[in-house]
């Protein structure tokens, strides 16, 4: 079981930035159409064969399953009041991310967390590498249906292969966090904090705020060892910084024309 649910992980790792999908209930922007994507039918094999664990997870909450159980009662009363097909859609995603992190988590070292460590590092290094040609061309240079091109200042709003720039950035937040933690794990190799600069940098042009904000949280748990000089946590932070702060400072024009398009 625990080979097969790890075959599933990384399945659904690479499948992830796949925009392949059948349109249920098509929408005039595709970010909000019900749609079935070939990570769909990988994350449903992960909540299957996670589901034991899940329960038994939820009858020990640790603060991040508290967290996760108050977001789930949020999210079914929020379906509860407004009930629609992109509402199950989210719950269904929502219930099979939090069975994917609960495998994650419990995948041990060997031959299967490299393989999926080695999924993680590449599909996001090509999401970066994409979104930065996106960034030059000023096109999004992918062949599928996409939201309208979004501007500000003399740079446009990359999407990689998502849907939306926010999904973009919220992909490399959490891919760059992974990297760190393994960073902390292994201080020694110095690809981690290669990774983790290079994974987060789309978060310095998605002009997305809140994006920004979260990539400031993600540098606290590494300050408190960046100050008693714990081995290889300087680094890290330097990596978190650099990969965020660079190409924001490169397209600043991009982020005060995101501040002049909005009254907050």
Same mark, same amino acid.
């Given at each position: 079981?625990? +080979?097969?649910?790890?075959?599933?992980?990384?399945?659904?790792?690479?499948?992830?930035?796949?925009?392949?999908?059948?349109?249920?209930?098509?929408?005039?922007?595709?970010?909000?159409?019900?749609?079935?994507?070939?990570?769909?039918?990988?994350? =449903?094999?992960?909540?299957?064969?996670?589901?034991?664990?899940?329960?038994?997870? =939820?009858?020990?909450? *640790?603060?991040?399953?508290?967290?996760? /159980?108050?977001?789930?009662?949020?999210?079914?009363?929020?379906? %509860?009041?407004?009930?629609?097909?992109?509402?199950?859609?989210?719950?269904? +995603?929502?219930?099979?991310?939090?069975?994917?992190?609960?495998?994650?988590?419990?995948?041990?070292?060997?031959?299967?967390?490299?393989?999926?460590? #080695?999924?993680?590092?590449?599909?996001?290094?090509?999401?970066?590498?994409?979104?930065?040609?996106?960034?030059?061309?000023?096109?999004?240079?992918?062949?599928?249906?996409?939201?309208?091109? /979004?501007?500000?200042?003399? #740079?446009?709003?990359?999407?990689?292969? #998502?849907?939306?720039?926010?999904?973009?950035?919220?992909? =490399?937040?959490?891919?760059?966090? @992974?990297?760190?933690?393994?960073?902390?794990?292994?201080?020694?190799?110095?690809?981690?904090? $290669?990774?983790?600069?290079?994974?987060?940098?789309?978060?310095?042009? *998605?002009?997305?705020?809140? %994006? =920004?904000?979260? %990539?400031?949280? $993600?540098?606290?748990?590494?300050?408190?060892?960046?100050?008693?000089?714990?081995?290889?946590?300087?680094?890290?932070?330097?990596?978190?910084?650099?990969?965020?702060?660079?190409?924001?400072?490169?397209?600043?024009?991009? @982020?005060?024309?995101?501040?002049?398009?909005? *009254?907050?």
């Amino acid at each position: 079981m625990s +080979r097969l649910r790890a075959l599933a992980l990384v399945l659904t790792v690479i499948s992830l930035p796949s925009p392949i999908r059948v349109v249920l209930v098509p929408d005039p922007h595709p970010y909000y159409a019900v749609a079935v994507r070939v990570s769909d039918v990988c994350l =449903a094999a992960v909540l299957v064969l996670t589901f034991a664990d899940l329960a038994r997870a =939820a009858r020990r909450p *640790s603060p991040l399953g508290a967290l996760a /159980i108050v977001l789930s009662l949020l999210l079914v009363l929020a379906f %509860a009041v407004h009930p629609s097909a992109a509402g199950a859609q989210v719950l269904f +995603r929502y219930l099979a991310s939090v069975a994917f992190a609960v495998a994650l988590l419990q995948v041990r070292a060997g031959h299967d967390r490299n393989l999926l460590l #080695f999924a993680l590092a590449t599909t996001a290094l090509a999401q970066s590498l994409l979104s930065v040609a996106q960034l030059i061309a000023g096109d999004l240079l992918v062949p599928f249906a996409h939201p309208p091109i /979004i501007t500000f200042g003399p #740079f446009i709003r990359t999407i990689g292969t #998502f849907p939306d720039t926010f999904v973009l950035a919220g992909y =490399a937040l959490v891919i760059a966090a @992974w990297m760190a933690r393994q960073g902390r794990a292994e201080p020694t190799r110095r690809r981690w904090p $290669m990774l983790v600069a290079t994974v987060i940098a789309p978060v310095g042009y *998605s002009f997305s705020r809140a %994006a =920004a904000v979260a %990539a400031a949280l $993600m540098t606290v748990p590494l300050i408190p060892g960046a100050l008693r000089n714990v081995r290889g946590q300087r680094v890290l932070l330097a990596a978190l910084v650099v990969g965020a702060v660079v190409p924001a400072v490169l397209t600043r024009e991009g @982020w005060s024309g995101r501040e002049e398009s909005t *009254s907050v």
